[in-house]
Structures are given as structure tokens and as C-alpha cells.
Nanobody, 119 residues
Framework: QVQLVESGGGLVQPGGSLRLTCVAS????????MGWYRQAPGKERELVAA???????NYADNVKGRFTVSRGTTKNTVVLQMSSLKPEDTAVYYC?????????????WGKGTLVTVSS
């Protein structure tokens, strides 16, 4: 059974940076698409960014130029580098995998990691 485990969340001041990492275990195959979604209090879960093994990416408009998604150096790892963070980026960030393209939502989910942007 594939499990996704996120790490790297926490409290950061506006304008700061944070790096999230997701590692998928239990899969002998390479997960072709991995990405990040987030859910703020009272809001629906939304795409943040997704990436394929070939490097194709899809970003939400409100994070373009501030966030960078990349595949980690180890198999089935995805990293989200977040910069110029804003209070509205506060949310639980979920790792996602199993989609067939970077424009689709996969069926595999992590438990989430909380990112709080506040002074």
C-alpha cells in the first residue's frame, strides 16, 4: 500500500520561506505525477502545484513566481519550495500522487502538514 508522508510545515512570518517534502513509500513503480494541494479553514481543497517525472509542471495562479515544485533526488519524492509567503497561504498542505497528468488530481493523499504564515 502506497503511503505519502509530508514534512516541513510550521510557522513562518510573512515574506518568509518554507520547504515541504513528501516521500511516497510502498510503491515499486515510479509515481509519474506528484504534487501539492492545500486547504484553508472554511475553504475547499485546491491545487498548489504538480509535476511529472519529465518535469512538466502545473501551478495555481496565486503561487506562480513564489512557489517551486520539484522532484526530489530519491525516487517518489516531491518538494515544494515556498517563498514570499503571505498570510493567505496559511493552510494544511497535502501531498498528492497517482494522477496521469499534472492537470489531474491523483487518488493518493498524505495526511497533510500545517503551514501558518503570521507575524
Amino acid at each position: 500500500q502506497v503511503q505519502l508522508v509530508e514534512s516541513g510545515g510550521g510557522l513562518v512570518q510573512p515574506g518568509g520561506s518554507l520547504r515541504l517534502t513528501c516521500v511516497a513509500s510502498g510503491s515499486s513503480a515510479t509515481l509519474s505525477v506528484m504534487g501539492w494541494y492545500r486547504q484553508a479553514p472554511g475553504k475547499e481543497r485546491e491545487l498548489v502545484a504538480a509535476i511529472t517525472t519529465a518535469g512538466s509542471t502545473n501551478y495555481a495562479d496565486n503561487v506562480k513566481g513564489r512557489f517551486t515544485v520539484s522532484r526530489g533526488t530519491t525516487k517518489n519524492t516531491v518538494v515544494l519550495q515556498m517563498s514570499s509567503l503571505k498570510p493567505e497561504d496559511t493552510a494544511v498542505y497535502y501531498c498528492n500522487a497517482g494522477a496521469y497528468s499534472e492537470f489531474q488530481q491523483g487518488v493518493l493523499w498524505g495526511k497533510g502538514t500545517l503551514v501558518t504564515v503570521s507575524s
